[in-house]
Structure formats: structure tokens, C-alpha cells
């Protein structure tokens, strides 16, 4: 059966193909972590996880927080988190 071309696809068809693409997409991405050691998926967890919470502080002042709000201590942190991620990917000289 020949492919349909995106145009002349059904809407349902179109939803169904996107979601298929998204799922091939985050299997290959999820192959790329699987390769990581468990010290590199932990760095890059721990990283993403306190650099989200500092710029969710810094970027809504509307929420309480603002640049002002973000505290030394969670920078402190976020640079000890950064060292250890260029460390686990080489990024350092």
C-alpha cells in the first residue's frame, strides 16, 4: 500500500501519523540515554532539575519569585551541578 501524502491524509490520520512520529522520536532519544552511563543520566537529571527550579524563580515575578528571589544558595548549587556535567561529558580542558 502506497504511503499517503500528508495533505491528503484525514485529520484522525494526520493526529495518528504525528503521534507515530513523536514515538519514533522519543524511542531514539531514549536509545541515545540508554548509552549513558548512570553517573551521566544522573548529572544531566540532576542539572536539568535545579536549572529549571532556578529559572522558574527568576523568570516569574508575578509567582512570587523574580532574579532577586533566586537565592545564592541555588546558585551555589546549580554551579556545583554544572562542574559536575562538564566533568561526566568532558567539557572541561
Known sequence: MARKKLEN????????????????ARMERQTKLDHLSQEQRDSAKNLFKVLDDVL??????DMGGGIKAVSAYEL???????????????LRD
Open 76 to 90: 551555589q548549587e546549580l554551579y556545583d551541578l554544572t562542574y559536575t556535567f562538564s566533568t561526566q561529558f568532558n
Open 9 to 24: 491524509m484525514t485529520t484522525d490520520e494526520r493526529i495518528e501519523h504525528y503521534q507515530k512520529q513523536r514515538e519514533a
Open 56 to 61: 522558574e524563580t527568576a523568570m516569574y515575578p
